[in-house]
């Protein structure tokens, strides 16, 4: 059995740098949380806590100390919260992620309605909606919720860092017929178009697809569903132990790849168990 | 036989404006000339020569007296020509055009490479082009033009007010994945829009389809064109002399529409010849 491992498995730029500033972080502060889980791999969130970060959901359940911002960010008013309480802030939100909050302030200062791709419930989404205050504010998730938008004449738009490229294209198609003025911003993180690229391409040579990460993660949930699109037989998993023997039955060629939150030694434990199984 | 006649066929605003100043500027002023034909229609123009409005090419043409601006606009190089020379200017450049040309400069001086989805060789488009002149401008017909355009950071993108949305949104959806910020000025006109759709409905119910309007009007054969494809009988006729009594065997329902540079008193010739074919 052959083994395809995705070059472009694992951590991304800005969970990388957000991992290392959170150990960093805690080597140096005797009190440490992070403002919700740190990346969504629940295996990292654990290592961290043996060092001390623990992970707290509101600005009210800290009690002095330093905080840590995840590579997803906070919103405007958490920021401000932080900042009126005078906690030391780390700040390991993703660079990619803040332009996006940038862009949408701008937008949102010069009067566009702003259009932002992406899924309601994801804190990345969250944050980048507050910074959009000033005027209308649409979360949109694909094509049909595109559709439902209101005309309006100046209309700005940008994208959850992990967006597919398709979806975001098809959902700026849409708003064209739908305002006068146009402003993209193209807020989708290459690297997040390189692993779903290399995932397409992996997906289509193998017989079996794993995908390795967070259930939380949403944009492993994302690489899955493309990959599920190309190979049916595609399996997500979190963690080695989760890998059923029983899905190799017929098995020539297994690929591999991972979310950008999925930290590296859960990877290498995934492939040393599928290849003691393709033995 | 039934006349199916689109309400939307003739003149546009822009046209109607343009002939009404170029019949005014005749009854004032002894020597008047018009930069290019006023509109695309040889039988309109042979009118306003009868009045003494003389068609001229270039602004060295110009011996004095007043020079009227046709809705298809003028380059900023000739407008700035006409203005050393002190020439009375009767501007009908259209409205429309006029704001396209006022984004392309404002898109240009911002520093957008500016894309214009366009026609080279029309007029129209050659004065928008005219204004984008602070750094790269590109005139793109369709999408596979535009998958030959250099990635630019930041796009700019405006329309030639009589192109089709389908084209416009196609060179878009190209275009955003060649730029990180994509602004784009919807400027196709209404009129055009609302005409085209109108003659989509009217090819869809028709067994014969006659388009009038001059040769030489970009908006006039791209209106056949449009109806070609649903209606493959469909003939473009600029004079009522060009209808051929034989396209009419076994046809039952006849849908009529024309160019926004087509007079009315052409279309209500062909209304009624076809008329008098079918009784």
């Not at 990619?96 to 990345?124: D, I, N, T």
């Not at 493309?226 to 190799?248: G, L, S, Y």
Request: aromatic fraction near 6%; charged fraction near 20%; glycine fraction near 8%.
């Amino acid at each position: 059995m052959r083994i395809l491992l995705a070059q472009s498995a694992g951590f991304c730029f800005g969970v990388k740098r957000a991992t290392r500033m959170a150990f960093e972080a805690a080597e140096q502060h005797c009190t440490i949380c992070s403002l919700g889980p740190i990346i969504h791999s629940p295996q990292l969130v654990s290592k961290l806590a043996e060092k001390g970060v623990e992970v707290v959901k509101n600005v009210d359940d800290l009690h002095g100390g330093a905080v840590i911002i995840r590579s997803h960010g906070v919103t405007a008013g958490e920021m401000e919260a932080l900042q009126k309480r005078q906690i030391e802030v780390v700040d390991a939100t993703c660079p990619f992620v803040k332009k996006a909050q940038q862009h949408a302030a701008m937008l949102s200062r010069e009067g566009y309605a702003v259009v932002l791709v992406g899924e309601a419930e994801h804190p990345e989404v969250q944050g980048i909606v507050s910074y959009a205050a000033k005027g209308d504010v649409f979360v949109v998730a694909d094509r049909s919720q595109a559709e439902k938008l209101p005309m309006r004449p100046r209309v700005g738009i940008v994208a959850q860092t992990t967006q597919s490229f398709d979806n975001f294209q098809q959902i700026v198609d849409v708003c064209l017929g739908k305002s006068h003025e146009l402003r993209v911003f193209n807020t989708i993180c290459d690297a997040t178009s390189v692993r779903q690229n290399e995932a397409k391409s992996l997906a289509s040579q193998s017989d079996l697809m794993i995908v390795v990460g967070g259930f939380n993660s949403a944009n492993t949930n994302r690489l899955a569903q493309i990959c599920q699109e190309i190979q049916p037989r595609t399996r997500h998993v979190e963690t080695v132990d989760q890998i059923d023997p029983e899905w190799f039955a017929g098995v020539q060629v297994v690929g591999i790849t991972a979310g950008a939150s999925t930290p590296r030694w859960l990877i290498e434990e995934v492939v040393s168990v599928v290849s003691a199984i393709g033995k």
